[in-house]
C-alpha cells in the first residue's frame, strides 16, 4: 500500500526569474505613477513645470524597457542582455532621483532653479490680440509647491518612487548576476 506522498512526486513549482520580477515590478510602479502624474495633470489642473515633465522622462524609458527585459526574461535570452536591460533601469531611475533631489531643493530654496520655467510658449497671434493672449498665459514655475502631502511635493515623492525603482532594478541585477 502505497501513500498518496509516495504516490505522486514531489511538484516544485519554479520560481519566476529575479529579472522578470524586478522588470515587472519597476514596469508596473512606472506606469502607476505616469498615471497619477497624468491624473494631476488632466484631472486636478496641477500643471506641471519643465522641471516636472523632464522627470517623466524616466519613467517612459522604464516602461517599454522593463516589459522588454520582462519578455526576454520569460524568453530565456542571455544573462548578459538582462544585467544590461536592468543596469540601465537603475541607472536611469537613480538619475531621476537625482533630477527629484535637484527639483526638490530648487522648491525648498536650497538653490537656484533653471532660468528656462517660463511656461508653455504659445502662438500670440497678430499685435493687437497680443496684450489679451498675455493675460491668459500661467507661467509654472519650478521653484514654487502646487500640492504637498506630509510635507513633500511631487518632486520630493518622485526622489521616493525612483530609489524605489531603482533598488528593485539593483536587486534584480544583483539576484541576476548571481544565478
Not at 531643493?105 to 497678430?126: R, Y
Not at 515623492?157 to 534584480?172: E, H, K, R, T
Request: proline share 6%; glycine share 8%.
Amino acid at each position: 500500500m502505497t501513500t498518496q506522498s509516495a504516490a505522486i512526486p514531489a511538484f516544485k513549482q519554479a520560481s519566476p526569474s529575479p529579472a522578470l520580477t524586478a522588470a515587472l515590478l519597476v514596469t508596473l510602479i512606472a506606469v502607476a505613477t505616469i498615471a497619477g502624474a497624468w491624473f494631476f495633470q488632466l484631472v486636478l489642473g496641477i500643471v506641471p513645470c519643465p522641471l516636472c515633465l523632464e522627470q517623466r522622462y524616466a519613467y517612459y524609458l522604464a516602461i517599454p524597457l522593463g516589459l522588454l527585459i520582462a519578455l526576454a526574461a520569460k524568453s530565456g535570452a542571455p544573462r548578459p542582455l538582462l544585467l544590461a536591460g536592468l543596469a540601465i533601469l537603475a541607472l536611469a531611475t537613480l538619475a531621476n532621483a537625482g533630477l527629484g533631489t535637484y527639483h526638490s531643493g530648487v522648491e525648498w530654496g536650497f538653490w537656484k532653479g533653471p532660468t528656462d520655467c517660463s511656461g508653455p510658449v504659445i502662438n500670440l497671434g497678430s499685435a493687437a490680440d497680443l496684450l489679451s493672449k498675455l493675460d491668459t498665459v500661467k507661467v509654472v514655475r519650478c521653484d514654487e509647491v502646487q500640492w504637498r502631502f506630509l510635507g513633500l511635493s511631487l518632486a520630493g515623492y518622485n526622489v521616493l518612487i525612483s530609489l524605489l525603482m531603482a533598488a528593485i532594478a539593483a536587486w534584480g541585477f544583483v539576484a541576476t548576476a548571481k544565478r
